[in-house]
């Protein structure tokens, strides 16, 4: 076959598998859309509302003495259920980039009506900020980012995420899509955990009957 003919060929294969992979885009991100407000809303769930998850509450902030332990050990209870959730998905991506593991974070956000907002996801991409806390979780480390704490010193944090020497065209950046939401009362160890969230639009809506009295 001649070197033009070829050349047809290949730009013909080229737009078959664009066009299936424009499909298979289509076809990944309808349920998310915001026509379909009702499947984003169906595939979020309580974790609060887990009876057993109660239980485990209760059995981790008995250890703790003071307010601010309880609330760390249960955001680190939260963070070992979601690695549990997310376990699958998460040994995918580990050492994509320089052997780096993937790491979960747990970021406080601005408070929402009062109340400490947290969301807990989960990263490939080592240290993206310096967090305030670190913990080893099942095998995992998990971030903290509280804004009520300083930034740990370069020498708290294990070498092996701190691989500044991965080349940018190596790095292989994962967006995990769906976090949790934590809401969680300042003066007790109140709160709440929703699963799977996609934005603020869709766990608002549990926040809203959220309250520490």
């Given amino acids: 076959m001649r070197r033009k003919e070829k050349n047809i060929v290949a730009i013909f294969v080229l737009l078959i598998l664009l066009i299936g992979c424009r499909e298979k885009v289509k076809q990944y991100q ?11 809303e169906n595939s979020m769930k309580l974790l609060s509302e887990d009876s057993a998850y109660v239980t ?46 993937a790491v979960i974070e747990i970021l406080q956000r601005d408070d929402y009506k009062g109340n400490s907002n947290y969301h807990v996801f989960w990263s490939n991409m080592g240290i993206i900020k310096v967090p305030t806390r670190i913990a080893k979780v099942q095998g995992r480390y998990v ?3 509280l804004q009520d704490e300083r930034a740990l010193s370069k020498k708290a944090i294990p070498e092996i995420l701190l691989d500044d020497d991965c080349p940018d065209d190596e790095v292989v950046l994962v967006i995990n ?26 766990f608002s809506s549990y926040y809203g009957n959220f309250s520490c009295e």
């Fill in 177 to 202: 899509e769906l976090s949790w939401a934590v809401l969680m009362c300042k003066n007790s160890t109140k709160h709440i955990v929703v699963m799977d969230v996609l934005n603020e639009t869709d």
């Fill in 30 to 40: 309808e349920p998310s859309s915001s026509q379909d407000g009702r499947k984003i």
């Fill in 56 to 101: 485990e509450t209760a059995r981790v902030t008995s250890k703790a003495k003071t307010l601010k332990e309880k609330q760390i050990a249960i955001l680190l209870n939260i963070a070992s259920r979601f690695i549990k959730e997310q376990q699958s998905d998460i040994r995918k991506h580990d050492g994509l980039n320089c052997s780096m593991p």
């Fill in 143 to 145: 971030l903290l980012r």
